[in-house]
């Protein structure tokens, strides 16, 4: 379980003061707080909404709850960003479908393939002991060098953005409600 690793492993583990690099996995995400959606049921956005200071009626349909709901401006908060936050580290969240910025990718992807190639005529119990083997020969240059390759990738992103956007606003976008050779069209047809 991650939260249990979270807490018995690796908090205690951490230098003072760390970053630690969440992807947007759903046993990473779960929010404290998170708001009702339409799948809840009524009862349960009404108690949510009073929970948060928010006045209801019994008669309100749940549209109208909801519509409270959409109006309270409420920022994520994620149980492990608290929790790590309780502990003085920082969490640093990925953006959402961007796992070329995370150098673990990197390290498990070298992981497996030293767990593969070991792995010839191995049996199912010896797996454990090929990982933590590989996890072992896992050297700090390694990481230092994945890390720096993800710093490149997010380099080219910023840059590549930058000019999308430069290109973006240089570009002159007409809307044409109407052309004149339509106009022309239509004027010969009444001819």
């Not at 969440?22 to 009862?43: C, F, G, L």
């Not at 796992?99 to 454990?128: D, H």
């Amino acid at each position: 379980n991650f939260m249990q690793w979270l807490e018995k492993q690796l908090i205690p583990n951490l230098p003072a003061n760390s970053i630690v690099v969440m992807d947007n996995a759903p046993y990473h995400s779960v929010q404290i707080n998170k708001p009702p959606t339409m799948n809840n049921r009524k009862e349960v956005i009404r108690s949510w909404l009073e929970s948060n200071n928010i006045s209801t009626t019994e008669d309100m349909r749940k549209a109208e709850l909801l519509m409270l709901v959409k109006n309270i401006s409420h920022s994520k908060t994620y149980y492990v960003d608290e929790l790590l936050k309780q502990h003085q580290h920082t969490v640093v969240r990925l953006p959402p479908y961007h796992c070329e910025l995370n150098p673990i990718e990197l390290i498990w992807s070298t992981m497996k393939r030293k767990v593969a190639m070991n792995n010839v005529g191995q049996s199912n119990s010896n797996i454990v002991q090929l990982v933590k083997n590989a996890c072992a020969e896992i050297t700090q240059q390694e990481w230092e060098k994945h890390c720096i390759h993800v710093k490149h990738i997010a380099e080219q992103m910023w840059e590549a953005d930058y000019l999308t956007e430069e290109f973006i606003e240089s570009v002159e976008f007409v809307v044409n409600t109407g052309s004149s050779d339509e106009d022309e069209l239509s004027s010969d047809d009444n001819e």
